[in-house]
């Protein structure tokens, strides 16, 4: 009789899920290993180096706040902003990238800026992970303050125009951003900071539905260490890229245990604002589940909503067909400019 046992463990750097193994078939069941950083409250060094190639960019860190008035602390947010000279374009708007997680570095979203030519990309390590600050405090975590966070960069960065790009995490992240526009009743067509359109890749709306649906694909696989292989990656071992964002991990706030309840909800009140248009992606394979990412359609108060299935990909279609992903983005942004 063989015993089932329940793992944790990091998949793929998107999500922490639970699945179970079964014993006697000679599968491991020791967790994936990677080179975390260190927690701490100051900014660590980074065990990759940022690198694009002949392509310009630029670094900094940009102040953010937690705490009540009068007992504030200040962390910082790293940022690399490439193209930086075309930050300011009007024929090729910006791309703002939200990474996953919670707590995975920029470093796997960094082909974007080989497969986006032209427009300025702004790449930033959300608080607890990569180059920014890691507090030892959960309080200084939550998916509301990654929001505050997002205005502040925008607002010190001078970056009024832009489209916004959020993957898996990062989708719930830029859905929300957009979310408290409208509930704040302000139009996005005259707001200080214009989002021209946002894509939403692999983000699922309900992270209690999404594991269970992982259970129910982990169970049709002829062996549970396939999982990661069939629906998080499909490329020959794990690419570097994302071997990086592994190394430069955050550990304090990091995977769905974080953000265990979270269902999106669509905008209270009744404003009559629109979000800016959107395209769903998912890849055919995905963990993100058809189910996990249908609702975008009715959350987003868009006047368009476009959905589309990348034929032969999973999560990470960035990293398993890179020109065709860059293409998808670049074209769709480039509709909104």
């Known amino acids: ?13 998107a999500f922490t899920s639970r699945f179970r193994f079964v014993e006697g078939f000679g599968i491991t069941t020791r967790t994936p290993t990677f080179s975390a950083r260190a927690s701490s409250s100051s900014s660590p060094s980074h065990l990759c180096s940022t690198s694009f190639g002949a392509i310009p960019f630029k670094e900094g860190t940009v102040p953010v706040t937690r705490g009540e008035e009068g007992a504030e602390e200040q962390f ?5 902003l490439v193209r930086p000279m075309s930050l300011s374009s009007q024929q090729a708007a910006p791309i703002v990238v939200l990474h996953g997680g919670p707590s995975l570095p920029s470093d796997y979203c960094y082909p974007l800026a080989k497969h986006v030519p032209y427009r300025s990309i702004l790449f930033y390590d959300q608080l607890g992970c990569g180059k920014s600050d890691e507090p030892d405090d959960l309080k200084n975590y939550s998916i509301d303050q990654a929001v505050d966070d997002l205005e502040t960069v925008l607002k010190r960065l001078s970056i009024r125009r832009f489209h916004l ?10 859905y929300e951003y957009l979310k408290r526009i409208v509930e704040n009743g302000s139009d996005n067509n005259n707001s200080d900071n214009k989002c021209l359109s946002v894509i939403l890749s692999s983000a699922p709306t309900n992270i209690q539905q999404m594991e269970s649906d992982w259970d129910a694909m982990s169970e049709k696989l002829p062996f549970p260490n396939l999982f990661q292989s069939t629906h998080l990656c499909r490329t020959f071992g794990i ?19 974080a ?22 992606l998912r890849g055919e394979h995905d963990v993100v589940t058809e189910s996990c990412s249908n ?16 034929e032969g990909c999973s999560h990470h279609g960035l990293l398993e067909n890179g020109s065709m992903y860059g293409d998808v983005v670049d074209s769709y942004f480039g509709e909104y400019d």
């Open 259 to 280: 953000i265990s309840d979270y269902k999106a909800l669509p905008p209270k009140g009744n404003s009559d604002d629109y979000m800016p248009s959107a395209l769903v």
């Open 165 to 174: 790009y959020g993957h898996s995490y990062g989708g719930i992240l830029a």
């Open 76 to 80: 910082n947010i790293s940022y690399t």
């Open 1 to 13: 009789m063989h015993t089932l046992v329940t793992i944790t463990f990091y998949a793929y750097g």
């Open 239 to 257: 690419p570097k890229p994302l071997q990086d964002a592994y190394a430069n991990a955050g550990t304090v706030w990091s995977g769905t245990a």
């Open 295 to 310: 609702d975008w359609k009715q959350l987003l108060r868009s006047r368009s909503v476009r959905e589309r299935t990348l």
